[in-house]
């Protein structure tokens, strides 16, 4: 059974950092690409990074581009997105799952539950 467990959500100032983990479980983790994307409340869903199996090959949305990390531990079966400068325009339900960075978000095949991100003043 295919598991993505996303945490490290909260609440964080403008300017603030936070770091986010997805573990996975159910399949060969380091055989396949991850990838982040969010929803903000009222917005659809948005593709924000992905990383690529053996996590040498990264891609960012211009939106989070030289703000945000993402990066990935095959031994431990998780992928990290470290999200740092944060806006308020950041805030959205976080979700981790499991697919190549640039064919879309149709093509992936697990989601995680999704961990919350508030940027507030």
């Known amino acids: 059974q295919v598991q993505l467990v996303e945490s490290g959500g909260g609440l964080a100032q403008p300017g603030g950092s936070l770091r986010l983990s997805c573990a996975a479980s159910?399949?060969?983790?380091?055989?396949?690409?991850m990838s982040w994307a969010r929803q903000a409340p009222g917005k659809g869903l948005g593709w924000v990074s992905g990383?690529?199996?053996?996590?040498?090959?990264?891609y960012y949305a211009d939106s989070v581009k030289g703000r945000f990390t993402i990066s990935r531990d095959n031994a431990k079966n998780t992928v990290y997105l470290q999200m740092n400068s944060l806006k308020t325009e950041d805030t959205a339900l976080y979700y981790c799952?499991?697919?190549?960075?640039?064919?879309?978000?149709?093509?992936?095949?697990?989601w995680g539950q999704g961990t919350q991100v508030t940027v507030s003043s």
């Open positions: 990383i690529y199996s053996d996590g040498s090959d990264t």
């Open positions: 799952a499991k697919g190549p960075p640039l064919k879309g978000l149709a093509s992936y095949d697990y």
């Open positions: 159910g399949f060969t983790f380091s055989s396949y690409a």
